[in-house]
């Protein structure tokens, strides 16, 4: 499989899943469990890492990997206190479903219900369910819960499924190429991947950011400036081409044919995700890039 599908694909799923962060009726749907909704990392926290059950600190931080350890800390395992991972699992499908009604339209005959959704749900489930789970401890958490029955539902699960197995994937570049969590935020602010405002929501305080840019900076990865140099760059390319190619199994699965159907079926609910103006523009998902 084309590397360059792979990453498309990525990008034509990214902002379905991404919705679920943003909308307000996840935001309601956190609420009403009795998370704090002041900010969006409480339910973030408990959304994402509720596959998992009520997982730890560290165990938390190690999947997440990208996150301050103390960040996570502040956030697991309280999580666990307002909601039992199980409530707070039917939640988040609840809050799918009401976003994408929302967002892709309702109704008899609407975009939700129509034949083309159904067949790109068909159709990204089977990528989903040929995802490999070994060492990927998210995708695997992910591949453990029961599909939902509604084909929006479907495309969303099999969506966040996808976009686990290739996170954990990416990790595993970034293990490769010796780059820690801090590490790892730095060298892709250094190449201007998104601002370094957008990178401080993980947590990282102005010390350990600094610390993790001389590291790179002794290893030739960054400038004085803090700018990537070749060699910089050189690795961060490195790190997203593995990261496609660890992602590059469930659609060779699928098959050719059968991923660029997937793709021409994702074209109306993609612009609607990006239309619908919950995404930030400046991130580091792949949110509305080509």
Sequence with gaps: MDTARVRQMWHLLEPLHALHYYAPEAFEEAAALGYGVGERW????????????????????????????AMVGRYVPAAWEVAAPGDVLAARLRAADRTLRAVLGDGAG?????????EAAGLARRAAEAADTAGRPLAAAHAEL?????????????????R?????????????????????????????????????????????WAAARDRLAVRGLVDADGGATPAGRELRA?????????????????????????????????????????LPADNT???GKV
């Design 42 to 69: 409480p339910a973030y926290f408990a959304w994402r890492a509720a596959p998992l059950g009520a997982a730890g600190t560290v165990r938390v931080a190690s999947a997440f990997y990208s996150f301050s350890p």
């Design 238 to 278: 490195g790190v997203e081409r593995r990261t496609d190619e660890l992602a590059a199994a469930p659609w060779a699965a699928l098959g050719e044919d059968a991923t660029a159907r997937l793709a021409e079926l994702l074209g109306g609910p993609w612009l609607a995700a990006i239309g619908s103006g919950l």
């Design 146 to 162: 029961p599909w939902a029955d509604e084909p929006h539902l479907v495309l969303w699960q099999a969506a966040t499924l996808l």
């Design 285 to 287: 998902l792949g949110i």
């Design 164 to 208: 686990e197995h290739r996170g954990d994937g990416h990790l595993a570049a970034l293990l490769g190429a010796g780059l820690d969590p801090a590490e790892a935020l730095v060298s892709f602010a250094a190449i201007g991947a998104a601002p370094e405002a957008v990178f401080a929501s993980r947590g990282w305080t102005a010390e350990e």
């Design 110 to 118: 609407g975009p939700v219900a129509s034949p083309g959704l159904a």
